[in-house]
Every structure is written in C-alpha cells, then in structure tokens.
C-alpha cells in the first residue's frame, strides 16, 4: 500500500448512540454505528431514524477527553450521546470486506461520506414517530451521563437564605441558589440539586417544627439577578409527599402550552390545592415572583392554551405584563397597554370578587386584537379578574381559552378568585409604604 493511500485511509470506529429526553431517563434510541468519526455517526443515526443533517441547529456540544460526545438539543428537548466503544467480536472465519483503492481514491471530499454500520436496540420507552429505529439486536448496557460528583467542584453559591419560625411564618426556610458555570444537562443537574437538597434536609433534621427548602442552579454566574433562569430547581415541604422538580430553563424557552391530558380536580380539591400552595406567597421576594407563581398555578388548576398577569403602572396609566405561560409567553412579557383599552379595560372597572367571563370574546365590541389578542392563538373564551385589594387596583389576571372545555365554568372562576385573592393581598403589602426610621 502506497503511502498515499494510507493518509487517505480513515480507521472505522465502533459507537454507542442513545438518544433521550432532556430532564429523564426515557429512553428515545439506543443503537451502535459504525463510523470514522462522532459527526458521522450522528449524522447516520438520524438517518437511520428518519432525520437529517449532524448537530442540531442551536445546540450544545461537549466533548470529553475520553471522546464521549454529549450534544444538548433545548429545541426539541433531546439529549444525544455517543461513547466510542470496541467493535463486537466477528464469528470465527468472517472477514471485513476492504475497499479497493480505485474507489477510495475516486471519492471528492463531498461524496466521501463514510458508510455507516447501523444497529438499532430496542428502548426500553416507547419511540415517537418521528425516531423509529427498526427491531435490533441483543441490548448493550446503556451509557449515563457524567455524574454530579464530577462537576460538584465547580459549583458556585451565588446567594443563600435562612429563616427561623416567626409569628407570621412558623417555618424552617431554606433557600440556596448555585451557579456551575460550565454546560451541564438538565438530567445531571437534577441529580446535584436532588444530592444539594438532601444535604440541607440533614441539616434540618433535628429543628422542630415545618420545614421548606428550595435548591436552584444555574448556567452561569450572576449578581443582582439572573440573566435567565435556573436549569433546575427542586422543592421540599415536609408536610408533602415526595419532592417538586422543576426546569424553568427548560419552560422559559418552550413556546407551545403545556397541556395536560388529565382533567382538573373537582372544584373542592382544587381550591384545596390552591389554599396549599399559596402558603408559599410568604417566601416570596416581590410582586413579580408572585404573579410568576400565580399564573404557573392557575396553569395547573384552570388549564387553559395561555394565562397571563399584568399590573397596572400608576405613573403611565398602562398594565404591564409581567408573566405569561402558553401560547405568545415570550411575545407578550414587558407589553404594556392603556388601563381604559379593551376588554382588559372593561374587567379594570369590575368590583372585587367580580370575573368578566366571555364565550365569544371576538364578537363583544370591546375586543381589540392589540390588547386581548394573544399572538399565535385565535383567542375565543376569555376570563379576566382584575387584582383588588380593599378597593385598591393593582393589576389583572387573563385566562383565554379554557382547555378541554373551551369555555370557562363556574367552577374555574372559582378558583381563579380565591387564587386572586391570595395575590392581591400579597401585591399590596408590597405597595405599602414602609415607616421612615
């Protein structure tokens, strides 16, 4: 063999690909390629699985120093991971074909694309449509992820917060938040706020009395406040069962609704639910964390395609939002709006208590698309509740079409009011002026 020949030779590598969700272990494909080089062996194995091109458009890419590729892909909530690995042992009397110099010497750089062995493996979580690898061959063990042990060195306390039973909040409450400025997964991320978590209850062990501890961690380092938010955060409350896990990262930059396949609770439980969760107002830093909080609960317990919160700015004489899930979240936060415009004017002027519900809101001639519209949704029902505490406006909830239903019941309305109510109180107290001295 000519030395020629030798350099244009590419030794043909053996790798274990698994593709999963971002945030879980479900399991989308697991299979092994063939291939000179990770970039060919993803680019085949989303061949194989219907799909084309190599990194995904927006994605991350870490490769470690043992050649273990990890790309993470926010768009569509997957995570790729190709380990190199010894190919399988041939049976005894087999032997590799080995191309001809002619052919290789005949590829031009654009139609030298290394051939790819596939080999699916079953996983073990049903495939969506659009990965459905054919039935493969026996199971090989399943990559992980690298361990939160690996990257705890590099973990950074950006802000930390403790709390003593008081006669207004009869609570042990811990709040840390960390940064590990280095990319991480959300899957490896939970597993260290879970090990954070664990740490702090410990710590708490022997305290009589409620408990509540709160972990985030973030992407990066911040000061005042976060540039974005945290890739995972984990909640618990030991009068609850289990703990809550969050990926407000994950949320924040996912535009279609989350919607549940599950019907909301009857209207008792419901408002059991909310009377729970408000509790948590009282850790609550300002009115813009709350109302955060209020349109993720009432997400839950009043689906619907889009909630939004505003407050009323006094010195423009605007609602402002300042939260929204669903549908247009990221198109509509920081809009703001006439106090007397719309609908949403119409529901400023209602009394405490009161809910302006419409079936057909298009058809009402106070509907303006500007102001009631919600971008990409054709906004039918919609619910406002304007936020009144002992006759003082501060702001307005907005509800538009109800999911499952259309329409908003009797019994959501409900709900919404006792959640408003709760807001309301809290909205206030942070408008109170405090005393000089």
Avoid at 44 to 65: F, H, K, L, M, Y
Avoid at 276 to 284: G, I
């Amino acid at each position: 063999m000519s030395p020629a020949f030798a350099r244009k030779q590419v030794a043909t590598k053996h790798w274990k690909v698994l593709i999963s969700r971002l945030g879980t272990s479900d399991s989308l494909y697991e299979g092994t390629v063939d291939a000179p080089t990770w970039p060919a062996a993803l680019q085949a194995t989303r061949s194989a699985i219907g799909e084309e091109g190599g990194v995904p458009d927006g994605a991350s890419c870490n490769v470690s120093p043992d050649g273990v590729v990890t790309i993470h892909d926010s768009r569509e909530q997957r995570r790729y991971r190709l380990a190199p690995a010894p190919a399988p042992s041939a049976p005894p009397g087999t032997k590799r074909p080995v191309p001809s110099r002619p052919e290789v010497e005949a590829a031009t750089p654009a139609q030298a694309r290394p051939a790819a062995v596939i080999e699916p493996i079953p996983a073990r979580n049903p495939v969506p449509p659009s990965v459905s690898p054919s039935q493969g061959v026996a199971n090989v063990p399943r990559p992980s992820g690298p361990p939160p042990t690996a990257i705890e060195n590099k973990l950074i306390l950006l802000a930390t917060r403790e709390e003593q039973p008081t006669g207004s909040s009869p609570l042990h409450f811990r709040e840390r938040m960390y940064a590990v400025p280095i990319p991480i997964e959300a899957g490896t991320a939970e597993k260290l706020a879970t090990k954070l978590l664990r740490e702090a209850q410990e710590e708490l062990r022997k305290q009589r009395g409620a408990k509540f501890v709160r972990i985030e961690l973030f992407d990066h380092v911040w000061r005042s406040r976060p540039e974005r938010p945290a890739v995972v955060r984990v909640e618990w409350k030991d009068w609850n069962k289990g703990i809550d896990i969050e990926f407000p990262l994950q949320d924040d930059t996912r535009e279609e609704p989350r919607l549940s396949s599950v019907p909301p609770p009857a209207t008792e439980d419901r408002l059991s639910v909310a009377f729970e969760a408000c509790q948590d107002l009282l850790f609550l830093k300002n009115r813009a964390e709350a109302l955060e909080f209020g349109v993720h609960l009432l997400e839950e317990l009043v689906p619907a395609e889009a909630t939004a919160a505003f407050l009323l700015d006094i010195n423009t004489d605007e609602f402002r939002m300042v939260a929204a899930r669903g549908t247009g979240a990221h198109a509509r936060k920081g809009n703001a709006f006439p106090s007397s415009a719309g609908l949403l004017g119409a529901a400023s002027a209602l009394a405490e208590h009161a809910v302006l519900v419409l079936a057909h809101a298009q058809k009402d001639p106070r509907f303006r698309q500007d102001v009631d519209g919600v971008p990409g949704l054709d906004v039918r029902a919609l619910l406002y509740r304007p936020l009144i505490h002992k006759g003082r406006l501060f702001g307005l909830l907005q509800l538009a079409n109800g999911v499952g239903r259309g329409m908003f019941s009797e019994a959501d309305c409900e709900v919404v009011d006792y959640v408003t109510q709760q807001l309301s109180a809290f909205v206030a107290r942070g408008a109170t002026p405090r005393a000089a001295g």
